[in-house]
């Protein structure tokens, strides 16, 4: 990143693609922090489904493909530094795996219960860690009021995720941060979607394409 794209480029490449925020104005950092957005710039489950996605359609017509798929995950995990987020994430796409081949009937919240038993096994500290706290907390919130935030219109299921979240999130990040933006949910309403469905896809594209630097500083100062 460093070598291949201008310094603003890198930053953000960095921060979004790796988890990376290093390299970030410490203006940019703050204001990220007070908006409330800064889980978009930490490696969760959406950079995984993107690179699942990507990889998955790449490897259709080759067989065995989800072995492979985990052993760039896993490899992907190690460049994020181990990541708490993504070592959920990789380890749940391990363990769904297992349990669709070996037909253990285990849900959604079994196997995350899992995960968070083999985590703390590991390192029992991760308890008392924020990143861990969010990460395991607002899935286990999630999966828990699934029925109540799915939707049949998608605007609605995203307005009724972004408030629940953000619900879930205020007296954890309040007792983090000592600081609160009441307003977080709205600004999440606008951010999410960007960050999501344009920011974070073109950002792993032009992570390969360094000719698309100046489109991409573009996009930075849109953001």
Not at 40 to 58: A, P
Not at 71 to 77: G, M, N, P
Not at 144 to 160: E, M, P, T
Request: glycine content about 4%; proline content about 3%; charged content about 10%.
């Amino acid at each position: 990143y460093n070598h291949n794209f201008s310094t603003l480029s890198s930053s953000y490449l960095q921060a979004l693609v790796i988890g990376n925020k290093d390299y970030l104005d410490d203006l940019v950092i703050g204001n990220i922090n007070d908006l409330g957005i800064s889980h978009l710039f930490v490696v969760s489950g959406l950079h995984i489904s993107l690179l699942i996605g990507i990889i998955s359609k790449l490897l259709k017509k080759i067989p065995h493909n989800n072995s492979i798929i985990t052993i760039i995950l896993c490899i992907y995990a190690l460049i994020t530094n181990l990541s708490i987020s993504v070592i959920r994430v990789v380890g749940c796409y391990i363990l769904k795996n297992i349990n669709n081949k070996g037909n253990l009937k285990l849900t959604t919240l079994d196997i995350l219960s899992i995960i968070t038993i083999i985590v703390l096994i590991t390192n029992p500290y991760y308890l008392f860690q924020s990143s861990f706290i969010l990460s395991f907390g607002l899935t286990y919130a999630l999966i828990i009021g699934s029925k109540l935030i799915n939707s049949k219109n998608k605007i609605i299921s995203l307005i009724k995720m972004s408030i629940y979240c953000q619900l879930i999130s205020i007296p954890l990040s309040y007792n983090f941060n000592n600081k609160l933006n009441i307003l977080s949910v709205v600004f999440n309403f606008f951010f999410v979607p960007f960050v999501s469905y344009i920011f974070l896809p073109v950002s792993l594209i032009v992570s390969f394409c360094p000719f698309f630097n100046y489109i991409y500083e573009l996009l930075i100062k849109l953001f």
